[in-house]
């Protein structure tokens, strides 16, 4: 059985290399503190931060900057459509104490691909390029980019642009192997990560469709990737990397049999510590769609935690539902 090793991106090590995707409104520090109590996630990345916006937000105050100095390392997503956007931007990250920034080129949203940005960029590579290489002139920092196939299948164009990140100071690349009109739907075309594995020399991190200490495995295997990334199976169970880990490197990461109703309750808590209750409860809705899918009625917790009017009536309904119910496995 291969064993893969650790991450280097640039001068950072990412041990083990398994990495919790950007998701909005999903991967912040709550999420991250979560993970880091099972282990087993070797990189955090932000949700994606608008570079125009970001130089205005406080880590104080800023829901969106809030994290506490366990949750290392940690590389911000910068979601960015022109280059002079670039320069506040990053330093403000820099003030946060990034460990590294990442530029969205794979956000299919309408509104960010109009204004420019996240999968915009890879139809318009000139200005990819002007925005790596002003990132790369303006930072040490590892710099990553995370993209998706483009958007339209096909291969030349898509050797071109990863070639050019390359070229032009990546130090690493996150594929989401669905093209634009895909979004989230049908399976991930893996073959594409490997392929891309295969004509760069940077560290490859492949992502899409990983639920499970298996299809962990197989996504290394097929396609020699150097990290693989997670994001929606992370949210509903956060102690999968430490699944993935114990099945992987047991003699690091003995085996734990998590108790989904505990993780809730502690989510919920760390909520209540880290967040304003409008923003908690907001938070605590996005990770329930995810986490409800632990239980075969898990529609009913998604249905009473979306229709609670506070934090601590969500949890009382949320403790009902799990006195009644078994966990799907
Ligand atoms: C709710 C949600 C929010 C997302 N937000 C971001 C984001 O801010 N930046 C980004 O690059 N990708 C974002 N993504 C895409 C994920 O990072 C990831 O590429 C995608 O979910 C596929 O991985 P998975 O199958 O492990 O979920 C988001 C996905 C979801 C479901």
């Known amino acids: 059985m291969i064993q893969p090793g650790p991450l280097h991106i640039k001068n950072l090590k ?122 790369r002139s303006a930072t040490d920092l ?13 291969w030349g164009t898509l050797k071109e642009f990863c070639s050019m990140l390359q070229d032009t100071g990546v130090d690493a690349i996150s594929i989401h192997p669905r093209l634009r009109q895909d979004r989230l739907k049908r399976p991930a075309r893996w073959e594409y990560i490997g392929r891309i594995k ?25 396609t020699g990737c150097d990290a693989v990334m997670i994001g929606r199976a992370a949210i509903g169970r956060p102690w999968l990397f430490r699944q993935i880990a114990a099945s992987i490197w047991p003699q690091s990461y003995p085996v734990t049999l998590p ?12 909520l209540e510590s880290c967040f304003e209750p409008e923003y908690a409860l907001p938070l605590l809705k996005k990770f329930t769609f995810y986490f ?18 506070s934090l601590a009536k969500a949890a009382a309904l949320a403790n009902d539902f799990f006195s009644t119910q078994t966990v799907t496995g």
């Open 14 to 135: 990412v041990d083990p290399p398994l990495i919790l995707a950007p998701m909005c409104g999903l991967s912040h520090t709550v999420l991250r503190q979560l993970i880091l109590e099972y282990t087993g996630c070797g990189l955090f990345y932000s949700e994606m931060l608008s570079a125009r916006a970001l130089p205005l937000e406080s880590p104080d105050s800023s829901p969106w900057l809030r994290t506490t100095d366990r949750e290392r390392p940690l590389i911000y997503q910068l979601l960015v459509s022109h280059p002079t956007e670039l320069a506040a931007a990053i330093e403000k990250i820099e003030s946060c104490g990034g460990d590294g920034l990442d530029l969205n080129m794979g956000c299919t949203t309408a509104l960010i691909t109009k204004r420019g940005g996240g999968i915009a960029l890879m139809k318009d590579p000139k200005r990819a390029e002007a925005i790596v290489s002003t990132s």
């Open 198 to 222: 295969e004509l760069l020399d940077i560290p490859i991190i492949g992502n899409g469709d990983v639920d499970s200490p298996e299809s962990a495995m197989r996504m290394f295997k097929l």
């Open 142 to 154: 590892p710099l990553t980019a995370k993209i998706r196939l483009g958007w339209t299948l096909d």
């Open 292 to 309: 409800a899918q632990n239980y075969a009625f898990g529609h009913t917790l998604w249905r009473l935690v979306h229709n609670a009017s």
């Open 259 to 270: 108790v989904p109703s505990e993780a809730f309750n502690r989510f919920v808590s760390l």
